[in-house]
């Protein structure tokens, strides 16, 4: 089994800047995918960026040149990089993990972003 914990949401205001680390342990095999997803209240979740072990990265339209995704994989951890935050980037932000040999995916519990003046 694999554990993610999110960290780093908060309450910003517009223009402002947020930085969300996900923490992964347990069995994590080398060969992986992690990624950063939201959803907002009666949206259904969407991708915002991933990466996979090798660096490949993703990125949904609406965060390019706003967002940055990287990661550690000496120290399993993944972050995300949001600058010039929109009032529409409010959304709980979930870490996942998909082992690419198993197909397994494992999800964190969410960290709230909110962004109000």
């Known amino acids: 089994q694999v554990q993610l914990v999110e960290s780093g949401g908060g309450l910003v205001q517009p223009g402002g800047s947020l930085r969300l680390s996900c923490a992964a342990s347990?069995?994590?095999?080398?060969?992986?995918?992690m990624g950063w997803y939201r959803q907002a209240p009666g949206k259904q979740r969407e991708l915002v960026a991933s990466i996979t072990s090798g660096g490949s990265t993703i990125y949904a339209d609406s965060v390019k040149g706003r967002f940055t995704i990287s990661r550690d994989n000496a120290k399993n951890t993944a972050h995300l990089q949001m600058n010039s935050l929109k009032p529409e980037d409010t959304a709980l932000y979930y870490c996942?993990?998909?082992?690419?040999?198993?197909?397994?995916?494992?999800w964190g519990q969410g960290t709230q972003v909110t962004v109000s003046s």
């Open positions: 347990g069995k994590i095999f080398t060969i992986n995918t």
């Open positions: 996942k993990m998909q082992n690419i040999r198993s197909g397994n995916v494992y």
